[in-house]
């Protein structure tokens, strides 16, 4: 039995991963063409995919330790300047 609080974070959640797709989109002009979460033993890695200006697909990986504070960092570091994410080519 699934209750309205469970379905309230994953529409959050949802919500979050929505609007980081439009951030990307807009901070970086690349297409988002994947995201992942991976669980580690001490956090999550988050991978993800995109396509950038030039037709070339890129890969950024980030780890955190709940899926929450990884999506925050990953939004820090395309509003600022603080934080970057390390683009490279995917061969994942």
Not at 28 to 50: H, N, P, Y
Not at 58 to 81: C, H, K, N, R, Y
């Amino acid at each position: 039995m699934v209750d309205n609080k469970g379905k309230e974070k994953m529409t959050t959640q949802l919500d979050t991963i929505l609007a980081l797709e439009h951030e990307i989109a807009y901070y970086t002009q690349c297409q988002l063409r994947a995201i992942s979460f991976t669980k580690q033993e001490d956090g999550w890695r988050i991978m993800l995919k995109v396509l950038d200006r030039q037709e070339r697909k890129m890969v950024s990986f980030t780890w955190a330790p709940t899926i929450e504070d990884g999506l925050f960092l990953v939004q820090q570091a395309l509003t600022t300047t603080s934080v970057s994410l390390k683009w490279k080519p995917d061969q994942y």
